[in-house]
C-alpha cells in the first residue's frame, strides 16, 4: 500500500509537524525493515521528508538487511502483525542491533540506540515503529550525534484518548462542538461525515506524534442525530475511522443509553432485560462488521438529563456491564463516565453537595465491574475548574479499572482566548497519591487510560489560539508517561512547532505559557471555591451566576465570610470521602492547603492565610497580580513579531487583547463584590468600585 503524507492547504498551520522538523532525519540515508500498513505509514513518512530534503529511504519486507553501518537510521519492526515475535533471528544483539527482549515491549513500545555510526529504533509491533519514528523526529540532530547507549519506551498507560463532543448535526444551544472553542468539527458538516479526509489525517498524524492512540468522534451529549451512528449511519463512523487508523489512531463512538428504545423500537433500556441484551449484541455486531478494529464506547448515562440504568432501579455496574458483554467478543472497551450527580439540587439546603456524589454512586460498585468495563472520573469531583482536589474516587477502586479524564478544551479555564497551559495543573493531579506517600500516584492508578476532552476544530490554527495547542501536545505525552516533567514537554512542543526558533523566541514562549494556569487562577475564582462564572456559556464572571441555581455550584459568600464547609465535623462530610492522611488534612481548617480552602471551608474575610495575608486580602492582591501577569504577557508576546509568522502572531495578539480585557473584567467585578459583602478596603488603598 502507498502512503503519502497529507497535504494540507497552506493556509492550514502544520501545528507541531512543519515541513522543517522533519530536517535531520530527511537529509539521511535510513533503512525500514517490515511490512504493514503503519509500516507504510513510517516509509510515506519519511519518503516525504527525504524527498524534501535530499535524503534517502530503503524499503526492505523482512528480507536480509545490509549492514547497519550502511545506514544513518535503522527502523524495523520484528512482528509487522504488531503482537510481538520472538523467533530466533529477529531478537538478539546481532543483525541491526535489536535487544534480545524487545518482544517484551508490547505493540506500541520501541527500543533506540546509536553506534557505530547508526541510530537504530526497533518495535516489536507496528505502533511502536511508528511512535518510534515520532520519537527520532522530536530528538532531531541529537538522534545522530555521538553514541546513544539503549533506551526502551514504552506507555505507561495501555488508551490514550481523545473524546470529541463533535454534534452531527447543530445544536440550537450548544452548535457544531459542545464546549468547543476552535470552530466547527472535523469530523461532521451539514449533517454527515465530511467526504474530504485529509485534514482528518493531517489530525491523527499530530495525534501519533505525542502519543494518542484513541479517539472518540462524537458528543457525550447523543442527541437524535448523533445516536443513529450506532446503526444506520455507522458507515460514516467507518469513513472517519479509516482516515484514523492510518496513524495508529482506534476510533471509539459515544452512544445513548437508551438506544433500544431510541433505535430498536424496544419498550425498553433495562439492562437486565434479554431483549435489550441482545439487541446490543446484535448492533455491536454491525459496528464490528463495518469498523473492524472500532475500539468501543463511551457512555455518559444519569446524568445531566441523560438516560441510564438507574431508570430501571439497576446499578451503573448492571448497565455498564450489558455493553461490556456486548463487546467482549470482538475486543472493545466501554468507556462508563462516572460524571453522575444531582443537578436539580436546592441551593437552600447545605447537607447536599454535589462534590460527593461520583464517589458516593461508584465507590460501594469497586469489583463489580467487567474487566473491559473502564469507570472514567473526572480528576477532580466537580467540573473542571481551575482549581480543584483530586477526585477521591480514583483512591476508592483498587478492584475497577479506571481512566482519569481531564478536559483539554478551556471551558473553565478561558475557553482558549486566554493563555492557560494546563500542563502543571494536569501534572500535579497525575502525581497526586490517593492513599498517601509511598503509595501509588494518580498517573498510576490510571494505567486502563488517560482521556481529554479535545481543544480542536476546524479553525486554521486547529485550537482557534495558536499557543493552546500545547495543551493538546502535552496531553498526548502526559498520556504517555503521566510522571513526565511538563515544562520539558513544552521545551518539546516549542522545538517542533518552531524547529529553527532562537532562544529569543524559546524563551519568550517560556514566558508567556509557564505561569499561565496561576496567572489565570489569579484573576478568577480564589482559593479553590470554583464557578463564579456566567451561567449556560461559562465565559467571564459572575459571582453569583450559578449561586441560587440548581447545579450544585455554590460559594455561600454572605457578610461574614465564603467558601463551603465539607468538614466531617461540621459539613457536608465530602473530606472524608478521602483516605485518612488526606481527609485529616482536608479536615481541619488549620491544615487545608490554602490553594483548597474555601473549596473545604467556609472561613471569615478576615481569616489569616499562610502568607501572612487575611482572606480578603488574598483575593485583592491576586485579582490585581493576575491582570499585571497577562499585561506583562501580552507586552512579551508584542516583541516576538519579527520571530513568527505574521499570521500567527497576529491572531494571538488578537487573543491577548481579549485575555487583557477579560482579566480586568474578573478583576473588577470580583473585587468590587467582596469588598462590598465585606466592607473591608483594600489595605493598599487600590481603586475597587
Known sequence: MSLTVPVLPEEIDPAWLPPEAFRPVGRRRTLVDGSGPLVDTVRGELAYACALFDGEVVVRDRGEPDAPSSYDLVLRVTEAGGSGDTRPGLGGAGGLGGPADVGELGAEGFVIERAG??????????????????????????????????????????????????????????????????????????????????????????????????????????????????????????????ALRRYGIRTHLSVTFAAPVVLGGLATADPLDEAVRGWWTEAVREVYSAIPDFGGFVVKADSEGRPGPFTYGRSHADGANM????????????????????????????????????????????????????????????????????????????????????????EYTGQQRHVCWLGPMWSEALRFRPEGEFRATVGELAGSGLVAVTNVGDDRFWTGHPLAQANLYTFGRLAWQPAADPRRILDEWIALTFPSASERL?????????????????????????????????????????????????????????????????????????????????????????????????????????????????????????????????????????????????????????????AREWRDQVNSYFLRKSGIPDARGRTIY
Not at 120 to 140: C, D, E, K, M, N
Not at 201 to 219: E, Q, T
Not at 401 to 406: C, G, L, M
Not at 508 to 530: D, F, I, M, N, Q
Request: glycine content about 10%.
Open 117 to 242: 555510526g547508526a541510530t537504530i529504533v526497533t518495535a516489536s509491533g507496528q505502533p511502536g515503529l511508528l511512535y518510534g519514528l515520532f520519537h527520532v523526529v522530536r530528538l532531531g540532530e541529537d538522534a545522530f550525534r555521538g553514541t546513544r547507549a539503549r533506551e526502551t519506551h514504552r506507555p505507561s498507560t495501555a488508551l490514550r484518548m481523545l473524546d470529541h463532543w463533535d454534534n452531527v448535526a447543530v445544536h440550537p444551544v450548544m452548535g457544531q462542538v459542545e464546549r468547543g472553542y476552535a470552530g466547527g468539527s472535523l469530523f461532521w458538516q451539514d449533517g454527515r461525515a465530511r467526504q474530504e479526509s485529509e485534514r482528518i489525517r493531517a489530525y491523527a498524524r499530530l495525534l501519533a506524534a505525542c502519543g494518542v492512540n484513541a479517539v472518540s468522534v462524537n458528543n457525550v451529549n447523543v442527541h437524535e442525530a448523533e445516536a443513529h451512528l450506532l446503526t444506520d449511519r455507522i458507515d460514516q463512523v467507518a469513513h472517519i475511522a479509516q
Open 323 to 410: 455493553l461490556a458483554a456486548a463487546l467482549a467478543p470482538h475486543g472493545g472497551t466501554v468507556h462508563w463516565r462516572a460524571f453522575v450527580y444531582d443537578h436539580h439540587q436546592d441551593w437552600r439546603d447545605r447537607s447536599t453537595d454535589r462534590a460527593r456524589a461520583a464517589y458516593d454512586h461508584f465507590a460501594p460498585l469497586d469489583g463489580e465491574f467487567a474487566d473491559n468495563a473502564v469507570l472514567q472520573v473526572k480528576h477532580g469531583p466537580m467540573d473542571f475548574q481551575v482549581r480543584e482536589p483530586v477526585s477521591p474516587v480514583l483512591g476508592a477502586l483498587p478492584r475497577t479499572r479506571v481512566a482519569v479524564e481531564v478536559q483539554a478544551t478551556q
Open 506 to 662: 524559546a524563551a519568550g514562549l517560556r514566558a508567556v505559557l509557564h505561569g499561565s494556569w496561576r496567572t489565570y487562577e489569579k484573576y478568577t475564582a480564589p482559593l479553590g471555591v470554583g464557578f463564579m462564572v456566567q451561567p449556560g456559556h461559562h465565559y467571564g464572571p459572575s459571582v453569583d451566576g450559578y449561586e441560587y441555581s440548581p447545579w450544585g455550584t455554590y460559594h455561600f459568600a454572605d457578610r461574614d465570610g465564603i467558601g463551603v464547609d465539607r468538614s466531617a465535623a461540621t459539613g457536608t462530610g465530602y473530606a472524608a470521602q478521602y483516605a485518612k492522611p488526606w481527609a485529616e488534612l482536608y479536615e481541619s481548617v488549620a491544615s487545608c492547603p490554602d490553594e483548597l480552602l474555601l473549596f473545604f471551608h467556609h472561613v471569615p474575610y478576615g481569616h489569616v492565610l499562610r502568607s501572612g495575608k487575611t482572606v480578603v486580602q488574598h483575593i485583592y492582591d491576586t485579582h490585581f497580580e493576575g491582570v499585571e501577569e497577562a499585561e506583562e504577557a501580552r507586552r512579551v508576546w508584542a516583541g516576538l513579531a519579527d520571530l513568527v509568522e505574521p499570521a500567527w502572531h497576529a491572531r494571538v495578539t488578537e487573543r491577548y487583547e481579549e485575555q487583557v480585557r477579560g
